[in-house]
């Protein structure tokens, strides 16, 4: 199972970025999806998630300028980023809850991540 992320970059405070996060492989399901970010010396936090059903979750920091989206039938999940400030510069992890087979268990894969840079 392989989680590619692209979409990052460089961009000016106030701009935008669209995230993109396809997983492939031998995918049985894939659960939650979500993003999470790593800025240099700071844990990696979620920024935001969302179930097979739809429901989400983002952190307060980005709410209102972050958008989380799935296309289930391609195995992919966005984050359109508006409104950039330059605390959002990071890392961009993808995460997603997958089973291999109907009897495997949950296991949580991660992306490679993209280094999203916003200047002020």
């Known amino acids: 199972v392989h989680l590619v992320e692209s979409g990052g970059g460089l961009v000016q405070a106030g701009g935008s970025l669209k995230l993109s996060c396809a997983a492939s492989?031998?995918?049985?399901?894939?659960?939650?999806m979500g993003w999470y970010r790593q800025a240099p010396g700071k844990q990696r936090d979620l920024v935001a998630g969302m179930t097979r059903g739809g429901s989400t979750n983002y952190a307060d920091s980005v709410k209102g300028r972050f958008t989380i989206s799935r296309d289930n039938a391609k195995n992919t999940v966005y984050l359109q980023m508006n409104r950039l400030k330059p605390e959002d510069t990071a890392v961009y992890y993808c995460?997603?809850?997958?089973?291999?087979?109907?009897?495997?268990?949950?296991?949580?894969?991660w992306g490679q991540g993209t280094q999203v840079t916003v200047s002020s």
């Open positions: 492989g031998n995918i049985f399901s894939i659960n939650g």
């Open positions: 995460n997603a809850d997958i089973k291999k087979a109907v009897w495997d268990k949950w296991d949580a894969y």
